[in-house]
Nanobody, 116 residues
Framework: QVQLVESGGGLVQAGGSLRLSCAAS????????MGWYRQAPGKQRELVAT???????NYADSVKGRFTISRDNAKNTVYLQMNSLKPEDTAVYYC??????????WGQGTQVTVSS
């Protein structure tokens, strides 16, 4: 079994910053892709950013230049540094991890609220 523990969400004013973390634990041989998705009230879950095992990143257009995804393979942890936050970034952010052989897992979600 694989467990994902997220941290770092909270309330911040527009223009502020937050850093999300997601640590994977359990029976893990290796991790392929890692990433973050988000879901705002009344909307579908959408991709925010992903990163491959080789460090190749992909971002939603709405966060390019403001968010940075990174990972620490030794700690099985993925990070999302969010700068210049906007009210429209308000959502529940979900960690997503693809574990070799085992498949994809989701975190429990962490709330990010940006006030104007």
């Amino acid at each position: 079994q694989v467990q994902l523990v997220e941290s770092g969400g909270g309330l911040v004013q527009a223009g502020g910053s937050l850093r999300l973390s997601c640590a994977a634990s359990g029976t893990i041989f290796s991790i392929n892709a890692m990433g973050w998705y988000r879901q705002a009230p009344g909307k579908q879950r959408e991709l925010v950013a992903t990163i491959t095992s080789g460090g190749i990143t992909n971002y939603a257009d709405s966060v390019k230049g403001r968010f940075t995804i990174s990972r620490d393979n030794a700690k099985n942890t993925v990070y999302l540094q969010m700068n210049s936050l906007k009210p429209e970034d308000t959502a529940v952010y979900y960690c997503w991890v693809v574990v070799a052989v085992r498949g994809a897992y989701w975190g429990q979600g962490t709330q990010v609220t940006v006030s104007s």
